[in-house]
C-alpha cells in the first residue's frame, strides 16, 4: 500500500438548531470533510438530523454522519459550536451575553476533556464574546479558536454592492470589520470592484453617493432584524460561510475571510476578539491583515472593540 495514508477529516458540531442544521447540510453537500458528528443536549433531534442527512450519503463524498456526545471531539479535527440561546425579534446579540456565556463554560469543559487538540470555530452570538469566552476556557493557542466574525456581514456588504453595481458578488472586495453587531463599520477606504477602487469607481460612473453607500451598509447591519422579523431567525447566509471556513482549514487554503481573532497590538489593540481579515490555513489562524484604515474607521473600530471588552469585563471569567 502507499505511504501516503488518506486523512480522515473530522467535524464535531455542537449545536444541531436552525444555524447547526443548515451547516450540516452545507457540509453534507459540498463534501467538505469525511466524517461528521453532531452533538446536541436533545439527542433525538441530533439522531434525526443525522438520519435524514445520512440519506443523502449516496449523493455526496462525505462517507460518515452520527448523532454523538463529547467524546467524539477528541478526534475531530474541528469543533464547530452553534448551540445557544438564539436572538429573539428586538434582542440585540449583546442581550445574550450572560446565558450564552453560562452554556459555554459547559460545553468547552466537555470538549476539551475529550482531549481535543483541534480548532474551534464559533458561531453562537454575541460572537466575538463567545469565541472570547472559548479562549480563556479552553487554554488554546488564540490561532486555534476563531470567531465567523464579520464572515456574514461582509458576505451581505458584497452582495449589495454587487447588486448597486450590477456586477458579480465574488468580484467586489470590501469588508465589514469590528463587533459583528451594532458597532460594525464598513471599510470603505480599502473597498474595490475587481481592483477598481470604490472611489475610482465613484468618480467614473458618478455613483454610488455617500448616502446611498450609507443605505448600503444599514441594510447589512440590520440585516438579522429584518430577517428575524419575517422568519424567526437567520440560518442559510451563515451556514454557508462556515462551511466555506471549514474548507479553508482543512484544505489549507491560507485564504482571508473576515473573521473574529485575537488582536495583539494589530490596530492599536489587544486582548480583544473582534472582526478582522485574517488569512486562514490548516492551523487556524495564521495571520491578522493590517489594513490601512482611515481616520474615522480606525475610530469606529476603537469603539467597537471597547463595546466587546466591556461586554467581555462583566463576565465572571
Known amino acids: 500500500m502507499d505511504d501516503c495514508q488518506f486523512k480522515v477529516s473530522r467535524v464535531a458540531l455542537v449545536g444541531s438548531g436552525a444555524v447547526g442544521a443548515s451547516y450540516a447540510f452545507a457540509l453534507l453537500n459540498q463534501g467538505i470533510t469525511s466524517e461528521l458528528v453532531i452533538i446536541d443536549r436533545n439527542f433525538q433531534k441530533a439522531e434525526g438530523d443525522a438520519m435524514d442527512l445520512n440519506h443523502g450519503l449516496p449523493f455526496s463524498p462525505l462517507s460518515k454522519i452520527w448523532a454523538g456526545d463529547y467524546e467524539d471531539c477528541g478526534e475531530a479535527d474541528i469543533v ?4 445557544g440561546a ?4 428586538g434582542e440585540t446579540r449583546m442581550d445574550l451575553i450572560n446565558k450564552n456565556s453560562r452554556i459555554f463554560k459547559d460545553i468547552i469543559a466537555s470538549v476539551m476533556n475529550s482531549g481535543f487538540k483541534g480548532i ?7 460572537v466575538d464574546v463567545l469565541t472570547y469566552v472559548t479562549w480563556k476556557y479552553s487554554g488554546l493557542p488564540a490561532s486555534r479558536v476563531i470567531g465567523s466574525g ?10 449589495l454592492l454587487g447588486q448597486e453595481f450590477d456586477v458579480d458578488s465574488r468580484n467586489v472586495h470590501a469588508y465589514i470589520m469590528g ?6 463599520l464598513p471599510v470603505w477606504s480599502n473597498a474595490n470592484i475587481a481592483g477598481l477602487s470604490l472611489m475610482e469607481y465613484k468618480a467614473q460612473h458618478n455613483n454610488p453617493t455617500d448616502e446611498r453607500l450609507e443605505e448600503i451598509f444599514v441594510q447589512v447591519r440590520d440585516a438579522a432584524y429584518h430577517i428575524i422579523e419575517r ?4 440560518y442559510y447566509g451563515i451556514a454557508m460561510g462556515l462551511a466555506r471556513l471549514t474548507k479553508a482549514i482543512l484544505n489549507n487554503e ?10 495583539d497590538s494589530e490596530y492599536g489593540l ?3 476578539y473582534i472582526g478582522v481579515p485574517a488569512i486562514i490555513n490548516r492551523d487556524g489562524i495564521r495571520e491578522v491583515l493590517k489594513l490601512n484604515l482611515s481616520d474615522t474607521e480606525q475610530e469606529k473600530l476603537h469603539h467597537s472593540a471597547t463595546v466587546l471588552k466591556k461586554a467581555i469585563a462583566s463576565l465572571d471569567l
Open 80 to 83: 464547530v459550536i452553534t448551540a
Open 86 to 89: 438564539g436572538q429573539a425579534p
Open 120 to 126: 474551534f470555530v464559533i458561531a453562537t452570538n454575541p
Open 150 to 159: 464579520t464572515i456574514l456581514d461582509t458576505a451581505r456588504l458584497r452582495f
Open 179 to 184: 463587533e459583528h453587531g451594532d458597532t460594525e
Open 231 to 234: 422568519k424567526g431567525a437567520t
Open 254 to 263: 491560507n485564504s482571508v475571510f473576515s473573521v473574529s481573532a485575537l488582536l
Open 270 to 272: 489587544d486582548d480583544v
